[in-house]
Protein backbone atom coordinates (compact mmCIF):
# COMPACT_ATOMS: atom_id res chain seq x y z
CA UNK A 1 0.00 0.00 0.00
CA UNK A 2 1.34 3.59 -0.79
CA UNK A 3 1.07 6.17 1.60
CA UNK A 4 -1.60 8.20 0.43
CA UNK A 5 -3.49 4.67 0.42
CA UNK A 6 -1.95 4.01 4.16
CA UNK A 7 -3.08 7.67 5.57
CA UNK A 8 -6.67 7.04 4.42
CA UNK A 9 -7.02 3.78 6.34
CA UNK A 10 -4.50 4.11 9.25
CA UNK A 11 -5.70 7.67 10.19
CA UNK A 12 -9.39 6.07 10.79
CA UNK A 13 -9.73 5.00 14.70
CA UNK A 14 -11.10 1.87 15.54
CA UNK A 15 -13.41 0.61 14.71
CA UNK A 16 -13.68 2.16 11.63
CA UNK A 17 -9.71 1.04 10.06
CA UNK A 18 -10.24 -2.06 10.96
CA UNK A 19 -14.02 -2.04 8.95
CA UNK A 20 -12.60 -0.41 6.04
CA UNK A 21 -9.20 -2.83 6.28
CA UNK A 22 -11.56 -5.60 5.77
CA UNK A 23 -13.71 -4.27 3.50
CA UNK A 24 -10.84 -3.29 1.12
CA UNK A 25 -9.63 -7.01 1.25
CA UNK A 26 -12.68 -8.56 0.83
CA UNK A 27 -12.80 -6.21 -2.63
CA UNK A 28 -9.40 -6.91 -3.61
CA UNK A 29 -9.94 -10.60 -3.63
CA UNK A 30 -13.27 -10.77 -5.55
CA UNK A 31 -11.34 -10.88 -9.00
CA UNK A 32 -7.73 -10.63 -10.15
CA UNK A 33 -8.47 -7.74 -12.26
CA UNK A 34 -9.08 -5.37 -9.11
CA UNK A 35 -6.70 -2.72 -9.16
CA UNK A 36 -6.92 -0.54 -5.85
CA UNK A 37 -5.84 3.38 -6.42
CA UNK A 38 -6.87 7.05 -4.92
CA UNK A 39 -9.49 9.53 -6.41
CA UNK A 40 -10.83 12.40 -4.73
CA UNK A 41 -9.38 11.47 -1.49
CA UNK A 42 -10.77 7.99 -1.73
CA UNK A 43 -9.76 4.63 -1.98
CA UNK A 44 -11.22 3.77 -5.49
CA UNK A 45 -10.98 0.38 -6.74
CA UNK A 46 -11.46 -0.13 -10.51
CA UNK A 47 -11.88 -3.32 -12.97
CA UNK A 48 -9.71 -3.27 -15.68
CA UNK A 49 -8.83 0.35 -14.78
CA UNK A 50 -13.02 1.10 -14.88
CA UNK A 51 -13.82 2.93 -11.70
CA UNK A 52 -16.76 0.71 -9.77
CA UNK A 53 -16.18 1.24 -5.73
CA UNK A 54 -15.06 3.30 -3.58
CA UNK A 55 -15.00 3.39 0.07
CA UNK A 56 -15.38 6.47 2.54
CA UNK A 57 -16.93 7.66 5.98
CA UNK A 58 -19.97 9.19 6.28
CA UNK A 59 -19.49 12.23 7.56
CA UNK A 60 -22.69 12.80 9.12
CA UNK A 61 -22.86 8.94 11.19
CA UNK A 62 -19.26 8.54 10.77
CA UNK A 63 -19.87 4.78 9.50
CA UNK A 64 -18.11 3.60 6.88
CA UNK A 65 -19.98 2.64 3.53
CA UNK A 66 -18.80 1.38 -0.26
CA UNK A 67 -20.06 3.36 -2.93
CA UNK A 68 -21.07 1.62 -6.12
CA UNK A 69 -20.30 3.61 -9.37
CA UNK A 70 -22.82 2.29 -10.90
CA UNK A 71 -25.45 1.58 -8.52
CA UNK A 72 -27.86 2.58 -10.87
CA UNK A 73 -28.10 -0.77 -12.11
CA UNK A 74 -27.61 -3.01 -8.89
CA UNK A 75 -31.17 -3.61 -6.94
CA UNK A 76 -30.96 -4.48 -3.09
CA UNK A 77 -33.14 -3.28 -0.49
CA UNK A 78 -30.15 -1.78 1.85
CA UNK A 79 -28.61 -0.47 -1.14
CA UNK A 80 -29.11 3.80 -0.36
CA UNK A 81 -29.11 6.30 -3.48
CA UNK A 82 -29.52 9.35 -1.74
CA UNK A 83 -29.72 12.44 -3.96
CA UNK A 84 -27.33 10.54 -6.26
CA UNK A 85 -28.67 10.06 -10.04
CA UNK A 86 -26.45 7.15 -10.58
CA UNK A 87 -24.13 5.98 -7.68
CA UNK A 88 -25.68 4.00 -4.41
CA UNK A 89 -24.18 2.84 -0.85
CA UNK A 90 -24.13 0.26 1.46
CA UNK A 91 -23.70 1.42 5.05
CA UNK A 92 -21.53 -0.95 7.04
CA UNK A 93 -22.03 -0.83 10.88
CA UNK A 94 -18.42 -0.77 12.16
CA UNK A 95 -19.68 -2.31 15.37
CA UNK A 96 -21.35 -5.59 14.02
CA UNK A 97 -19.80 -8.05 12.14
CA UNK A 98 -19.40 -7.30 8.67
CA UNK A 99 -22.29 -9.12 6.55
CA UNK A 100 -19.46 -10.63 4.26
CA UNK A 101 -22.44 -12.65 2.06
CA UNK A 102 -24.04 -9.45 1.25
CA UNK A 103 -20.80 -7.68 0.64
CA UNK A 104 -19.51 -10.07 -1.54
CA UNK A 105 -23.36 -10.83 -3.66
CA UNK A 106 -22.70 -6.62 -3.83
CA UNK A 107 -19.64 -6.53 -4.99
CA UNK A 108 -20.32 -9.26 -7.83
CA UNK A 109 -23.33 -8.34 -8.93
CA UNK A 110 -21.43 -4.66 -9.85
CA UNK A 111 -18.24 -7.01 -10.99
CA UNK A 112 -20.72 -8.65 -13.54
CA UNK A 113 -22.04 -5.52 -14.98
CA UNK A 114 -18.41 -4.91 -16.64
CA UNK A 115 -17.91 -8.42 -17.22
CA UNK A 116 -21.18 -9.35 -18.59
CA UNK A 117 -20.81 -6.23 -21.15
CA UNK A 118 -23.53 -3.87 -19.44
CA UNK A 119 -21.11 -1.98 -18.45
CA UNK A 120 -18.17 -1.34 -21.07
CA UNK A 121 -14.49 -1.61 -20.38
CA UNK A 122 -11.45 -0.79 -22.62
Sequence with gaps: MNTLKNNF???????NKSCLLTLRDIILKQDKNIT???KY???CFCFKKKMFCYLW????TEEPYMLFVEGEHLN????EIGTRKRMKIFRVN????IPIKTVKSL??????????????VK
Excluded: Q
Excluded at 107 to 120: C, E, F, H, V
Design 41 to 43: GMP
Design 94 to 97: PNRD
Design 9 to 15: YFNKSEP
Design 57 to 60: VDKK
Design 76 to 79: HPEL
Design 36 to 38: ETT
Design 107 to 120: LNSALDLYRKGTIT
